[in-house]
């Protein structure tokens, strides 16, 4: 193995260890002010038919009861019932919409041992953990594969949102890595690899078929290849259609309130912050206080990756602007308050180093 090689792949591998300690961080503060107990990293609130069921199998199970619950309450629910056949798919709310993105439950459910109710929620950590290290040395990699420097892996550990996902038990770590791995793939010509690692994307996140779909139209633009990249989707759509059969309705078909007409959405959550920044409250006010400029700068920095994408010049390219079109279109709910923000554009921001920093003309030489 050349120096330069095992030298990157050091890095690679330091980049990850970065990304698991910053994760790690926050799942120690987390836990030690509850205890050391994984199931409250779930947030299951106490009024919520599914607390039952977590309490009948597990009555040390630690559920809320000063707030409302997170995704991780539903991702709990997938990894008992993977398959929306048993007991905890009928204690959701919305269960089409949510069962639409079962990847991160499903794998939960395998690291579980078939969903044992114990340990779901150290199954739900573990693959949080897991993600997040791998995205970070995918990161390292896909970073020198675009001109970039191999330490430009760290922006994993740098990403709010990946970081508040493990400690919350949502999607985006492994999102992002799977995001990450499928572009480094593609950019190695390995279409193969490349395929299978975007057909599990799309069952992370149902928005985010529209990566792969992209890729392919931006291949067959360049270089006249036909678009094979684009069955990506098939799975995907076949367990919608097996939601469709099963619990009668399509994921998608239940999301009408999580879009808008472009940029409306940011307007409103603008104005609400700016509206909570003069409110009696003194927490209220601070919330918004936070949330207007974060949410002008992170306005402003997504605007300027868009600008730099338009050259479609590298495969990152089509996967940002995608990403970046689809949450112009968000709703107001996404961004109004900074854990929502951070977390809902966690894949979007991650992508932004490797679109402004892939400028070398023998790295755009290649796909």
């Known amino acids: 193995m050349p120096a330069s090689e095992h030298h990157h792949r050091l890095i690679a591998v330091a980049c990850g260890v970065a990304a698991l300690a910053a994760a790690g961080a926050a799942v120690i503060v987390s836990l030690h002010l509850q205890s050391w107990d994984t199931t409250s990293l779930v947030r299951l609130h106490d009024r919520l038919p599914l607390a039952q069921l977590a309490r009948h199998d597990d009555p040390t199970f630690r559920l809320r009861d000063d707030a409302g619950f997170y995704d991780g309450a539903y991702f709990y629910a997938i990894a008992r019932d993977p398959l929306a056949t048993g007991q905890a798919h009928r204690l959701i709310e919305e269960e089409p919409y949510h069962y639409g993105h079962p990847g991160?439950?499903?794998?939960?459910w395998l690291a579980s041992f078939g969903g044992r109710p114990g340990a779901v929620p150290d199954a739900l950590l573990a693959v949080g953990l897991v993600s997040i290290f791998l995205a970070g040395i995918a990161a390292s990699f896909l970073a020198v594969a675009v001109g970039w420097t191999a330490w430009g892996g760290i922006v994993v550990a740098l990403d709010p949102g990946l970081v508040y996902g493990v400690s919350a038990d949502t999607s985006e770590p492994l999102g992002a890595a799977l995001l990450l791995s499928g572009l480094l793939a593609y950019r190695r010509d390995r279409r193969g690899y490349a395929l299978a690692l975007f057909a599990a994307l799309c069952l992370v996140k149902e928005p985010l078929v529209?990566?792969?779909?992209?890729?392919?139209?931006?291949?067959?633009?360049?270089?006249?290849?036909?678009?094979?990249?684009?069955?990506?989707?098939v799975p995907?759509?076949?367990?919608?259609?097996?939601?469709?059969?099963?619990?009668?309705?399509?994921?998608?078909?239940?999301?009408?309130?999580?879009?808008?007409a472009p940029l409306l959405g940011w307007e409103r959550a603008l104005v609400?912050?700016?509206?909570?920044?003069?409110?009696?409250?003194?927490?209220?006010?601070?919330?918004?206080?936070?949330?207007?400029?974060?949410?002008?700068?992170?306005?402003?920095?997504?605007?300027?990756?868009?600008?730099?994408?338009?050259?479609?010049?590298?495969v990152v390219d089509p996967a940002y602007l995608v990403l970046a079109a689809l949450y112009a279109c968000g709703a107001a709910n996404a961004f109004e308050y900074p854990k929502?923000?951070?977390?809902?554009?966690?894949?979007?921001?991650?992508?932004?180093?490797?679109?402004?920093?892939?400028?070398?003309?023998?790295?755009?030489?290649?796909?």
């Open 272 to 314: 609400f912050a700016a509206s909570q920044s003069w409110n009696v409250g003194i927490d209220t006010a601070q919330l918004g206080q936070a949330s207007v400029p974060l949410i002008i700068v992170v306005g402003i920095i997504i605007l300027v990756g868009t600008i730099r994408a338009l050259r479609l010049r590298v």
């Open 104 to 108: 991160y439950g499903w794998l939960a």
């Open 210 to 233: 529209l990566v792969p779909l992209a890729i392919a139209a931006w291949d067959f633009w360049r270089r006249r290849r036909p678009p094979v990249l684009a069955a990506a989707v």
């Open 236 to 260: 995907a759509l076949l367990w919608w259609l097996y939601l469709r059969v099963h619990l009668g309705a399509f994921p998608f078909g239940q999301g009408s309130h999580r879009l808008t």
């Open 340 to 367: 929502d923000l951070i977390r809902e554009l966690a894949l979007v921001l991650l992508l932004i180093p490797f679109v402004l920093a892939a400028r070398r003309p023998s790295a755009e030489a290649v796909p």
